[in-house]
């Protein structure tokens, strides 16, 4: 259900902030620092405006990589996606600073003397696209105030933002925002900008190194250096990036020999009442982590090893492996919190991840980074929100019985922390979650560094992309992930030869593939089947994914139910009650009204014999329970020994599990779907099990 929205405004704090201090590290090689004494150290590119269409590759020396994500504005969203942005629009996404002073009037980023550090480049790193997806001139016009504010207030020394922080972090933040921007309008102001800022800093950051938040989260400046890199050529960028490098965290050491294998205690990462986050509690802490995903890729275009573009995969290995969850993402409340689903995971690190998944792909062309972004996307992105997305979790758990005031099972976090609210807990994720649905969306196709075009995730939508010199426009019509087959009508302006990319999913294996009725060479689950032809007006591709439901086992060999990309979970009765309002939104709590304690009598290997398939139309909401458009059906026994303790599900217990309940048919919906859910469940035990 989504609650109605109410108002009065009250705000939390977060229960602790860091201070860590950075020591000078040693400087980069000094080649092409003359060009900083002049005004403009990084003209803009000269001659012709580029295709708006066409995505700028990597300029040499830079590696290249397998994919170039499109800019902003070639894909539009369409059917239940485009529905979907439209309900962030309408909701906390489109009316954020109208009730939250953090990125009211009084931002820091408007010229205010409001908060002045992450949460207006958060909120704009996220409204910029949504606003140019929708082509919402309302959300342009808001977008267009902090915009026109950092480009038109920067100072003599080229530095951007407030002056009352000289913080590098929010920075980061608000060149993310600007570049997209610049590629949605072309807004000369941009680049010009940005050279004069990388300038300054270069020079700064010897003096005033990388510290805290922006030390672990160099890599996401470095995406925007490379941006500006590949369009104006000047190799003073190439040395900020190694000077970025060099002063910021190595993450990809901290996964070649990973410790971090246990749930983080307090003690474990010497976080004291009062004290800020040591060393290991900055590089156990879930955000960081997302971001940091993202770092080996990245840095790999630079120094062009291989070894750096694998190194993500390590790190995925070694998260997962440790602190994995049903949902798709790994548990971080605050910090890494182990394999226990009833474990939480804060909003912003799985929008972050969300992007370093889309970075990383783009750069290896690994299908499987896909297949990871759409099971965050179908699931741990909507699964966070109110219907109307009006409220949003700061924690979510895959197993979550109760959303209320509870000081369990957090690491580090507080008793708000998976309330529906406008900023449980701290802020941070009030701001940042709006990046996630149209990033998203932006990154479902890219093109190949062959000049091919990439369907790197799927989900309804139209492209425009020049190609070989044409102009090609391509609709994809599905209603995926939840029916499984996706028809892409290709219309180029004229015939062209190009190469077609499609994602096939590992888990896809009985995937089909047709161009005009005529069977595809037969893709294999894992890869990305290739089409090249010369493609003409009207073109059809069909693609069929048959949808069945498998079983996947996690802590304590519990079960999780999967189909395609989503995952499914019980959802018991809910009772939603209202703790406060807040403006133009409310905090509220969940209480499970029917009980949530079931074990499935089925096993993985057999599991089309006791699952059945319930399948609708699409609908306004398909992340609602009321319009959820798969339902499965499964045997389960209600295990009364698997009990709750202050509203959070005990541990899933060692399966198999015998239960002298009556067995019953219980319906399972998508994760999203389910507010309060049991999505890891004990395994009855049976004579093959």
């Not at 005033?208 to 938040?213: E, I, N, Q, V, Y």
């Amino acid at each position: 259900m989504s609650p109605p929205r109410s108002a009065k405004p009250s705000l939390t704090r977060r229960r602790f902030l860091t201070c860590l201090g950075a020591a000078s590290l040693p400087s980069v090689r000094s080649k092409g620092l003359g060009v900083f004494a002049g005004s403009s150290p990084f003209p803009p590119e000269s001659g012709r405006e580029r295709n708006p269409a066409t995505p700028v590759k990597n300029r040499a020396p830079l590696a290249a990589s397998a994919f170039y994500p499109l800019p902003l504005g070639c894909i539009r969203p369409e059917g239940f996606l485009r529905r979907q942005l439209q309900i962030q629009a309408n909701g906390l996404g489109g009316h954020l600073d109208e009730t939250w002073p953090d990125v009211g009037p009084a931002s820091g980023w408007l010229g205010g003397s409001g908060e002045s550090w992450e949460r207006g480049p958060y909120f704009l790193d996220g409204l910029v696209p949504l606003a140019y997806l929708l082509d919402d001139a309302r959300l342009k016009a808001k977008a267009q105030k902090y915009l026109t504010w950092t480009l038109d207030h920067t100072s003599a020394d080229g530095m951007i933002g407030p002056r009352s922080s000289d913080d590098w972090w929010p920075r980061m933040v608000m060149l993310k925002a600007l570049t997209q921007y610049h590629e949605a309008t072309a807004d000369a102001r941009v680049i010009p900008v940005l050279s004069r800022y990388f300038a300054y800093q270069l020079n700064a950051l010897r003096s005033r190194p990388l510290r805290d938040w922006g030390r672990y989260r160099w890599q996401d400046e470095a995406l925007s250096v490379i941006w500006l890199y590949n369009r104006t050529g000047e190799p003073g960028l190439l040395d900020l990036i190694r000077l970025l490098q060099q002063q910021g965290y190595d993450w990809q050491a901290e996964f070649a020999d990973f410790k971090y294998t246990q749930r983080t205690t307090p003690e474990a990462i010497g976080l004291t009442p009062g004290s800020g986050l040591t060393d290991r509690g900055m590089q156990t802490h879930g955000v960081n982590l997302a971001m940091a995903i993202k770092m080996s890729p990245v840095w790999s275009l630079v120094s062009g090893k291989d070894l750096d573009r694998r190194a993500v995969l390590q790190m995925l290995r070694e998260l997962y492996r440790y602190h994995g969850l049903p949902n798709g993402i790994f548990s971080a409340d605050e910090h890494l919190a182990g394999l226990n689903p009833s474990q939480g995971t804060e909003l912003c690190t799985v929008v972050e991840t969300m992007f370093s998944l889309e970075h990383s792909l783009a750069i290896l062309g690994d299908p499987a980074l896909g297949d990871l972004l759409e099971r965050l996307a179908f699931n741990t992105l909507p699964g966070a929100f109110t219907d109307d997305m009006w409220a949003h979790q700061y924690n979510q758990q895959s197993n979550q019985i109760e959303v209320s005031l509870q000081s369990k099972p957090w690491t580090t976090d507080g008793p708000e922390s998976n309330l529906y609210g406008l900023d449980p807990n701290f802020g941070c994720c009030a701001a940042n979650f709006h990046q996630g649905w149209p990033k998203f969306t932006a990154s479902l196709f890219m093109k190949s560094a062959d000049d091919g075009l990439v369907a790197a995730a799927y989900a309804p939508c139209s492209v425009h992309v020049a190609l070989r010199d044409t102009s090609v426009h391509v609709i994809e019509e599905t209603d995926y992930p939840f029916h499984g087959s996706i028809q892409l009508t290709v219309n180029p302006a004229s015939p062209v030869d190009f190469p077609l990319l499609l994602r096939i999913p590992a888990w896809a294996s009985a995937a089909n593939v047709s161009v005009n009725g005529r069977p595809a060479p037969g893709p294999h689950p894992g890869t990305f089947a290739r089409i090249e032809r010369t493609w003409r007006r009207g073109d059809i591709v069909s693609i069929n994914f048959p949808l069945t439901p498998r079983a996947s086992r996690g802590y304590h060999d519990s079960l999780a139910i999967e189909r395609g990309p989503l995952v499914f979970s019980f959802a018991p009765g809910e009772d939603w009650v209202k703790l406060r309002n807040r403006g133009m939104t409310a905090d509220w709590q969940v209480f499970p009204s029917t009980q949530w304690n079931y074990a499935l009598a089925l096993t993985p290997e057999r599991i089309q014999e006791s699952v059945t398939t319930i399948e609708s139309a699409v609908g306004e909401g398909p992340f609602t329970r009321a319009g959820a458009p798969v339902k499965l059906r499964a045997k389960a026994r209600k295990l009364p020994s698997w009990v709750g303790e202050d509203g959070v599900a005990a541990p899933v217990p060692q399966c198999p599990v015998k239960s002298d309940e009556p067995e019953e048919q219980i319906t399972l919906i998508p994760y999203a779907a389910a507010k309060l859910r049991i999505t890891a469940f004990p395994q009855l035990k049976t004579p093959d099990a």
